[in-house]
């Protein structure tokens, strides 16, 4: 019997160590996360946030707001109206919400621009076409826009000419393959050597001159080209009927004494 019980003894003695042991090797479970632990990591993170955007703030100046704006609008191309306020080397200055750009004097204009200080207080419509807000560089053009205005208007004089249509130009300048003429309309068009007339011509020149006044068929109008021809209203002439005046004097005759009354011999 008391072996048995000294056995029994021993078996729970080792049953105790491996429940301890096991007891050891297991981690601590760990505390579940409630919604006020949540909050208050997203309160630590706005607060961060706060701090870094006002340090931002400070280092890009007041004015940092309308430098974003200005990149806007140059990436937009946006139009906006400026006075030119004077004249500095190689061109003019002018103010967008009290940023000072500069505009250069090939940029004024599409046309050569002879005298800056005829520009000074007069208003321009410019884009930003540069603007670097580190060096406080801000680049304006009207030229641009101008350009985009002219292109717009061509596009729509373009639309309005009609292949078939009968126009009056004048010629503008005179090539070997051809005359360039300024229309009635507004737009220039060529006028292929073999456009000019049914008879072969080597030259334009043969029969054209610059500033000759022209009457012109339009035969062809595409890809932003519109192809004239004077050969082609050579072919559309039809002969006209002759109208001879006379006088009715009386009742028709065949008599030969009617015939020779009126000739003398």
């Known amino acids: 019997m008391n072996e048995e019980v000294m056995n ?66 140059m990436q937009e191309k946006t139009v906006t109206k400026v006075k030119i306020k004077e004249v500095v080397k190689s061109g003019v200055v002018a103010y967008i919400d009290d940023i000072q750009g500069f505009i250069p004097a ?81 737009v220039t068009g060529l006028l292929h050597v073999s456009q000019i007339s049914s008879q072969r011509i080597k030259h334009p020149g043969v029969v054209l001159k610059e500033g000759q006044k022209v009457t012109v068929k339009v035969i062809g109008v595409g890809d932003g080209r519109i192809s004239l021809s004077m050969k082609a209203l050579e072919q559309d002439e039809e002969p006209k009927e002759e109208v001879f005046n006379y006088k009715e004097s009386g009742a028709a005759t065949t008599g030969l004494a009617s015939l020779l009354k009126n000739i003398k011999l």
């Open 8 to 73: 029994t003894e021993m078996n729970a003695a080792e049953a105790a160590a491996q429940e301890a042991g096991a007891a050891k090797a297991e981690p601590a479970a760990e505390p579940e996360e409630t919604m006020a632990d949540f909050a208050s990591e997203l309160e630590a993170s706005y607060k961060e946030f706060d701090e870094r955007h006002n340090d931002y703030q400070e280092q890009e100046g007041p004015d940092a707001q309308k430098w974003a704006n200005l990149l806007q609008m």
């Open 106 to 186: 090939s940029h004024i204009s599409t046309k050569y621009v002879e005298k800056l200080e005829d520009w000074v207080g007069k208003y321009l419509e410019v884009v930003p076409i540069t603007v670097e807000p580190e060096r406080k560089k801000l680049v304006l053009s009207g030229r641009v826009v101008m350009k985009e205005k002219e292109a717009a208007e061509k596009a729509a004089k373009m639309a309005a000419v009609k292949a078939g249509a009968v126009l009056e130009g004048t010629v503008d300048s005179i090539k070997d393959y051809g005359a360039f003429v300024d229309l009635e309309c507004g």
